[in-house]
C-alpha cells in the first residue's frame, strides 16, 4: 500500500514537472498550457467552450480614478475569427500605397489562442479606426510554418525611405534546441512584400520577444525582451541598415515592482525622449499582462516607469491587457493615439483604440473625446 502511494505520489510529481517545462518552453501561462492541452483532446472546460458574452463593454468594476473609454476594433482577419492581437501602427502624414493610406496597421489573428493562424496580417485606415485589408493584398502576408509546432508572433512596422518595412519574429520549436528568429520584409506599396530576411537569430532560449524598432535618422534601434539567467531583461541593439544587428545591451528599468517585470514592449521617438508603451507580466508567458507608459532620456539604455496606465474596467480585457502601438498625435502636443491588444475572461483576443494625455512623465486617458470618435466612425464606414 506504502508503495502504490509513493509511485502515484511520484507520477503526479511528474505530470507538474512536464506541465512546467511545456509552459516554459512554449511561452505560455499555466491557464494556457491547460486550455491547448485540454483543446488538443477535445476536452475543453465548458467555460471555455461557450460563446463570448454579447457585452464587451460591460465594466466589472468601478474605478476611483479615470475611467478608460475604448473602442473595440472590427478587423476582417484571413481566418475570419475577428480574435487578433499585437497590433503595431505607423502613421504616414502624406499617406502611402493606392489608396494614400495614413495609417498602416500589422498583427496577427489569434483564434482560440491557437498560434498556427499567429501570421503578420496588413490593415489600412484613413482615421485609425476604421480598418480594411488594402485593395489587392491577400492576408496574411507571412504563409503558416511548414512545420507543425512552430509560429510567428510579435510583428512590428515602419515607415523608412519610401518603404514600409516590417519586422516579425519566428519560433521554430521543431529545432532542438528550439531556435527564435526576427525576421525583415519590405514593400514599395503595402501590397506586394519581398521575401523575408533573417536579421537575428537565438537558441539559447532568449526568446527576442516583442521585438520594436524605430529609425533615428543615422541608425535603427531595436528593443527586445529576453530571458537569461537573471530572468526577463529588456535588450538594445542598434543597426546602420536594419539588416546586420550589434550585440544586446541590457537596459535598465526602473519603477516595476516585484514579482513584475518586462514582457513586451513598443516605443516611439519624440523630441526630447523615447515614450514607450510597456506590458509587463508576472512569471512566463504573460500572465497577468499589464500596460504602463514607460520613457527614456538617454536613446532608451535607462528606462522609468511607475504603475499601470489604465485599469482592467471591461469584460474584453478582463483576462489580460497586451502589446499596443503608441502614436502621437500629428499637430497635438502631449495627445496620442493608442491601439492596445486584450483577452476577456474567456481568453478572447481583440484589439481596441483609446486617445492617452501626457503632461511631462505622466499619461492617463483622455476625457470628452468618445462622442467624437464614434461619430467619426459611423461617418467613416465606407470602408
Not at 22 to 41: I, N, P, Q, W, Y
Not at 97 to 111: F, L, N, Q, V
Request: charged fraction near 20%; proline fraction near 6%; aromatic fraction near 10%.
Amino acid at each position: 500500500m506504502a508503495l502504490s502511494i509513493i509511485l502515484v505520489l511520484a507520477a503526479l510529481l511528474v505530470c507538474a514537472l512536464l506541465f512546467i517545462a511545456l509552459s516554459f518552453r512554449h511561452d505560455l501561462s499555466a491557464r494556457g498550457v491547460l486550455f491547448k492541452t485540454l483543446s488538443r483532446f477535445g476536452m475543453r472546460p465548458a467555460y471555455l467552450r461557450t460563446p463570448e458574452p454579447s457585452t464587451p463593454y460591460r465594466r466589472l468594476k468601478d474605478t476611483a480614478g479615470v475611467l478608460h473609454r475604448p473602442l473595440l476594433l472590427n478587423l476582417e482577419t484571413s481566418d475570419g475569427s475577428g480574435e487578433v492581437t499585437h497590433p503595431d501602427v505607423a502613421y504616414i502624414r502624406e499617406g502611402f500605397g493606392e489608396g494614400k493610406w495614413t495609417y498602416w496597421m500589422a498583427c496577427t489573428p489569434y483564434p482560440d489562442r491557437n498560434d498556427r493562424y499567429e501570421n503578420p496580417e496588413i490593415f489600412v485606415s484613413d482615421n485609425g479606426i476604421n480598418w480594411a485589408v488594402p485593395r489587392g493584398l491577400t492576408n496574411p502576408v507571412v504563409p503558416t510554418p511548414e512545420t507543425l509546432g512552430d509560429h510567428h508572433s510579435d510583428p512590428d512596422i515602419l515607415f523608412h525611405l519610401n518603404y514600409l518595412w516590417l519586422f516579425y519574429r519566428q519560433t521554430m520549436r521543431s529545432k532542438n534546441p528550439s531556435e527564435n528568429r526576427i525576421f525583415l520584409m519590405k514593400s514599395t506599396d503595402g501590397v506586394r512584400w519581398s521575401v523575408p530576411v533573417e536579421v537575428l537569430s537565438d537558441n539559447t532560449g532568449r526568446l527576442l520577444l516583442s521585438p520594436a524598432v524605430i529609425q533615428t535618422g543615422h541608425r535603427f534601434l531595436m528593443w527586445t525582451v529576453e530571458i537569461g539567467d537573471g530572468g526577463c531583461a529588456l535588450v538594445r541593439r542598434s543597426s546602420q541598415n536594419g539588416l546586420e544587428w550589434s550585440e544586446p545591451e541590457l537596459c535598465k528599468l526602473a519603477g516595476l515592482v516585484a514579482p513584475r517585470h518586462a514582457w513586451h514592449i513598443d516605443v516611439v521617438q519624440e523630441s526630447d525622449r523615447l515614450s514607450a508603451l510597456l506590458v509587463s507580466c508576472m512569471g512566463h508567458g504573460g500572465a497577468h499582462s499589464r500596460i504602463h507608459y514607460a520613457y527614456s532620456e538617454d536613446q532608451g539604455l535607462n528606462w522609468s516607469t511607475e504603475g499601470f496606465l489604465f485599469d482592467q474596467v471591461y469584460e474584453f480585457e478582463a483576462g489580460v491587457q497586451y502589446r499596443g502601438s503608441l502614436l502621437p498625435r500629428n499637430g497635438r502636443p502631449g495627445e496620442y493615439d493608442l491601439w492596445y491588444s486584450a483577452a476577456s475572461g474567456r481568453l478572447r483576443c481583440s484589439i481596441a483604440h483609446l486617445r492617452l494625455t501626457r503632461d511631462h512623465h505622466r499619461m492617463w486617458p483622455s476625457q470628452g473625446d468618445t462622442e467624437t470618435l464614434q461619430k467619426t466612425a459611423a461617418g467613416l464606414s465606407h470602408l
